[in-house]
Protein backbone atom coordinates (compact mmCIF):
# COMPACT_ATOMS: atom_id res chain seq x y z
CA UNK A 1 0.00 0.00 0.00
CA UNK A 2 1.72 3.67 -1.15
CA UNK A 3 2.34 6.02 1.68
CA UNK A 4 0.91 9.37 1.89
CA UNK A 5 3.06 11.79 0.48
CA UNK A 6 2.91 15.82 1.87
CA UNK A 7 4.66 18.66 0.52
CA UNK A 8 5.67 21.73 3.57
CA UNK A 9 6.71 24.77 1.83
CA UNK A 10 8.84 27.36 3.78
CA UNK A 11 8.94 30.74 2.50
CA UNK A 12 11.52 33.71 2.99
CA UNK A 13 12.94 36.41 1.72
CA UNK A 14 16.54 37.93 1.13
CA UNK A 15 17.47 41.19 -0.06
CA UNK A 16 21.22 41.38 -3.13
CA UNK A 17 22.32 42.54 -5.70
CA UNK A 18 23.62 41.27 -9.03
CA UNK A 19 24.62 41.79 -12.62
CA UNK A 20 23.78 39.60 -15.27
CA UNK A 21 26.06 39.14 -18.30
CA UNK A 22 23.35 39.06 -21.29
CA UNK A 23 24.55 41.27 -24.17
CA UNK A 24 22.42 44.43 -24.73
CA UNK A 25 20.06 43.71 -21.70
CA UNK A 26 19.60 46.27 -19.06
CA UNK A 27 20.23 43.41 -16.16
CA UNK A 28 23.95 43.77 -17.27
CA UNK A 29 24.18 47.01 -15.05
CA UNK A 30 24.11 46.12 -11.47
CA UNK A 31 20.91 46.32 -9.70
CA UNK A 32 19.01 44.66 -6.69
CA UNK A 33 16.12 42.58 -5.88
CA UNK A 34 13.83 41.60 -2.80
CA UNK A 35 14.07 37.91 -3.56
CA UNK A 36 11.47 35.17 -2.35
CA UNK A 37 12.36 31.72 -1.83
CA UNK A 38 9.44 28.90 -1.71
CA UNK A 39 11.20 25.53 -0.33
CA UNK A 40 8.87 22.55 -0.93
CA UNK A 41 9.95 19.59 1.62
CA UNK A 42 7.99 16.00 1.19
CA UNK A 43 7.54 13.66 3.41
CA UNK A 44 4.93 10.93 5.57
CA UNK A 45 3.25 12.11 8.62
CA UNK A 46 5.54 10.60 11.89
CA UNK A 47 4.27 9.26 14.81
CA UNK A 48 3.41 13.01 16.10
CA UNK A 49 1.34 13.81 13.77
CA UNK A 50 3.29 15.79 11.76
CA UNK A 51 6.01 15.17 8.39
CA UNK A 52 8.65 18.02 9.82
CA UNK A 53 8.36 21.07 12.18
CA UNK A 54 7.96 23.98 9.76
CA UNK A 55 10.31 26.17 12.64
CA UNK A 56 13.25 23.53 12.06
CA UNK A 57 12.58 23.90 8.38
CA UNK A 58 12.71 27.47 8.62
CA UNK A 59 16.16 27.37 10.99
CA UNK A 60 17.37 25.34 8.33
CA UNK A 61 16.26 27.49 5.32
CA UNK A 62 17.56 30.60 7.68
CA UNK A 63 21.14 29.15 8.46
CA UNK A 64 22.10 27.17 4.96
CA UNK A 65 20.57 30.00 2.40
CA UNK A 66 19.32 33.51 3.91
CA UNK A 67 22.56 33.92 6.08
CA UNK A 68 24.72 33.27 2.98
CA UNK A 69 23.42 35.59 0.55
CA UNK A 70 21.51 38.34 2.69
CA UNK A 71 22.39 41.67 1.66
CA UNK A 72 25.20 40.56 -0.75
CA UNK A 73 26.57 41.05 -4.58
CA UNK A 74 25.85 38.03 -5.81
CA UNK A 75 28.84 38.38 -8.08
CA UNK A 76 31.29 37.54 -5.52
CA UNK A 77 30.09 34.46 -4.91
CA UNK A 78 28.49 33.05 -8.68
CA UNK A 79 30.16 33.87 -11.79
CA UNK A 80 26.91 34.35 -13.40
CA UNK A 81 24.33 34.82 -10.65
CA UNK A 82 21.38 34.25 -12.72
CA UNK A 83 17.54 33.16 -11.01
CA UNK A 84 18.01 29.60 -12.62
CA UNK A 85 21.91 28.66 -11.10
CA UNK A 86 20.98 30.56 -7.99
CA UNK A 87 17.84 28.42 -7.78
CA UNK A 88 19.48 25.40 -8.12
CA UNK A 89 22.48 26.24 -5.54
CA UNK A 90 19.71 26.71 -2.84
CA UNK A 91 18.53 22.91 -3.67
CA UNK A 92 21.95 21.87 -3.39
CA UNK A 93 22.06 23.72 0.43
CA UNK A 94 18.67 21.95 1.12
CA UNK A 95 18.63 18.56 -0.55
CA UNK A 96 19.73 16.66 2.64
CA UNK A 97 16.12 17.75 4.18
CA UNK A 98 14.07 16.26 1.39
CA UNK A 99 13.62 18.74 -0.53
CA UNK A 100 10.74 18.55 -3.31
CA UNK A 101 11.04 21.44 -4.87
CA UNK A 102 12.55 25.49 -5.09
CA UNK A 103 10.67 28.26 -6.43
CA UNK A 104 12.67 31.57 -6.57
CA UNK A 105 11.15 34.82 -7.09
CA UNK A 106 13.05 37.31 -8.78
CA UNK A 107 10.32 40.05 -8.67
CA UNK A 108 6.70 39.67 -7.86
CA UNK A 109 5.97 38.66 -11.63
CA UNK A 110 9.34 36.58 -12.53
CA UNK A 111 10.18 33.27 -10.78
CA UNK A 112 11.82 29.93 -11.80
CA UNK A 113 10.92 26.66 -10.32
CA UNK A 114 13.30 23.60 -9.78
CA UNK A 115 12.93 20.01 -8.71
CA UNK A 116 16.43 18.88 -9.37
CA UNK A 117 17.61 16.14 -11.39
CA UNK A 118 15.25 13.80 -12.68
Known sequence: ???EQFLLTVTASFEAAHRIRLSG???EKLHGHRWTIEAVFTGSVGEQGIVRDFTELDRE???????VL???????R????TS????RW???QLAPMGIAEIRLWETPFYSVIYRGKR
Open 25 to 27: SVC
Open 90 to 92: IWE
Open 78 to 81: FPQP
Open 70 to 76: DHSDLNE
Open 84 to 87: ELLC
Open 61 to 67: LQARVIS
Open 1 to 3: MPR
